[in-house]
T-cell receptor
Framework: GAGVSQTPSNKVTEKGKYVELRCDPI?????LYWYRQSLGQGPEFLIY????????DSGLPNDRFFAVRPEGSVSTLKIQRTERGDSAVYLC?????????????FGQGTRLTVV | SQQGEEDPQALSIQEGENATMNCSYK?????LQWYRQNSGRGLVHLIL?????REKHSGRLRVTLDTSKKSSSLLITASRAADTASYFC????????????FGAGTQVVVTP
């Protein structure tokens, strides 16, 4: 596609439920990133992939959060036992490669609301 | 934790005026990037300045970088109502290439 695509654009779920957020990166981009943005704050890093492997997952807040990218393209962020504090906009980005001075392109995000 | 901090937090100007916002960061960097965000959704990349560059231009945007002061500025000249958005600086925190660290942003409102 022309840009990074994230689905769904909005997700409302009940506390305790499991959710999956999907990211389709720009075709040919090898690096993929997940960020989380709370209201009034800047995005916070969660995890990034180079190809199929998670190169750095140090931003995942706890073991309820997990992300995969099995074929090196589409990625899914999975959140178990959701809590109200997980409510935020989840942003995905991709870049052609990974390295210094590489521009990342962001999707429109998925707004997750846990009620 | 957030590496960059933007100043001011909010800025209100009229069309045609210039808008300047600043970003300070804490650790050494390879580059600093500026992004724009409309309505709290997708981020649009504006400009990337490398640590060995001091100034960069892109259309009505001018970015400066002072690594000795660990600070950067973004100037938008001849602002338009369409420039209304939040602006964020992001750094790679000195070699952690995949891990951009963002500030809390400057919210800019341009009134016609």
């Amino acid at each position: 596609g022309a840009g990074v695509s994230q689905t769904p654009s909005n997700k409302v779920t009940e506390k305790g439920k499991y959710v999956e957020l999907r990211c389709d990166p720009i075709s040919g981009h090898t690096a993929l990133y997940w960020y989380r943005q709370s209201l009034g704050q800047g995005p916070e890093f969660l995890i990034y992939f180079q190809g199929t492997g998670a190169a750095d997952d140090s931003g995942l807040p706890n073991d309820r959060f997990f992300a995969v990218r099995p074929e090196g393209s589409v990625s899914t962020l999975k959140i178990q036992r959701t809590e109200r504090g997980d409510s935020a906009v989840y942003l995905c980005a991709s870049s052609f490669t990974m390295g210094a001075n590489t521009e990342a392109f962001f999707g429109q995000g998925t707004r997750l609301t846990v009620v | 934790s957030q590496q960059g901090e933007e100043d001011p937090q909010a800025l209100s100007i009229q069309e045609g005026e210039n808008a300047t916002m600043n970003c300070s960061y804490k650790t050494s960097i390879n580059n600093l990037q500026w992004y724009r965000q409309n309505s709290g959704r997708g981020l649009v990349h504006l400009i990337l300045i490398r640590s060995n560059e001091r100034e960069k231009h892109s259309g009505r945007l001018r970015v400066t970088l002072d690594t000795s002061k660990k600070s950067s500025s973004l100037l938008i000249t001849a602002s338009r109502a369409a420039d209304t958005a939040s602006y964020f600086c992001a750094t790679d925190a000195g070699g952690s290439w995949g891990k951009l660290q963002f500030g809390a942003g400057t919210q800019v409102v341009v009134t016609p």
